[in-house]
C-alpha cells in the first residue's frame, strides 16, 4: 500500500534518538502545536539500549522549532510519571485553547490504561485537570470550545462487550471544566473503515476549516500470517493514517471521510531498524495561512516524521 498522492513527505525523519541529548531510543508519536510564536513538539521517548534492543522505560521531551522543520531539543525530558501505581504516560498531544497550552496523554497503570489530560504555561510544571477510568486512551482536544463545552476525541477499549476483540471505535465526550467529562457519543465505528479489521483510534488533535473539523485518525489492520517485522518476534499490526471531516457545530457527526488510507509506511527511513515496522501514528496537524497542513507522525514507533499536504486537497478527499 502507498500514501495517497497528495501526501509530500520530507525526505527524512525531523526527530531520532540521535538529536536528544540525554538517553533515547525510541522517539515517536509526538503532539505538536503553535504556541507563542514558535513550534512546539512533546515526544515520546521509550530510552534505553537501541542497538542491544533493550527498552527500559519512557518519558516526554520537549523541542521547538521556528519552521516546523529543524528542532531544538530541551537538555532534559519534561514530563514523566511514576509511582507505586502509574507505570508511565507517553503518546503527547497538544492543543492550544484561548492561548492556553493542554496536553492530552496515555498513562498505563496497574488497574488499566487511563487519558490524562494536563496544562501547562512552561513545559516544566503540569497541572492535571483529569484522568479518565480504564481503558481509554488516544485523547485529543478540539482547539475551541464547542456549543460552550470544551470537546475531546477518545478511544475507549470495551473488550468484553466486543466479544474479546480490539474492536474499538472513536468517541467524543465534552466537558465544562476539563474535569467532570459527560455527553459521551459515538463519533465512527470501525466497521466504517474499509482499512481496518480491528480498531481505530483518534490520531492528531482536529483543525478548523470552513468545511468542517478535519482530523487524521489512526486504524489497525491484522495480518495473522506474517511474524518478524521489527524487533519482537512476531509482529502482525499495521497502523495506518486516515483523515475524515467532522461537523463543525456537531463533530460526533461524521461529514466526510476518504475510504483509503492517507498514511502508509512507504519509505525506507521511516523503517529503517524499526521497532514495530509498518506503524504510522500521527499525533499533530498544524494549518498554515498557506494552506499547507502539516502532518506529524510517529513511524515505526521508532521515528517521528512530517508529512505536507493541501487543506483543500484534503478536504476534497474527504467528500468527494
Ligand atoms: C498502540 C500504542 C501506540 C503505538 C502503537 C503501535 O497500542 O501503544 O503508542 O504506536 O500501539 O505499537
Known sequence: MKSSSIIKKLDRPVLTRKDIPYNAALIFNAGVTKYNGKYVMVFRNDYGDFENHVLKGTN???????????????????????????????????TVIDGKCYMCFAVDTKHGLRGGIASTEDFAHFDIHSMSLPDN???????????????????PMPVYSRRHRDTFDIWMSQSPDLEFWGRHKLVIGTESIPFCNDKIGPAAPPVKTEKGWLTTFHSVMLYPEREKNGWENKWIKAYYGGIMLLDLDDPSKVIGKYDEPLLVCDRDFEEEDGFRKDVIFPGGMILEDSGEVKIYYGASDTVECLATADVNELIKLCTE
Not at 521547538?64 to 502509574?86: N, R, Y
Not at 485523547?139 to 463545552?149: D, N, S, T
Open 60 to 94: 516526554i521531551g520537549l523541542a521547538t522549532s521556528d519552521d516546523g522543520i529543524s528542532w531544538s531539543v530541551a537538555p532534559k525530558p519534561c514530563f514523566a510519571l511514576e509511582d507505586d501505581e502509574i507505570q508511565r504516560a507517553y503518546d503527547p498531544r497538544l
Open 137 to 155: 486512551r488516544n485523547m485529543a482536544l478540539f482547539p475551541e470550545k464547542i456549543g460552550g463545552y470544551f470537546t475531546r476525541l477518545e478511544r
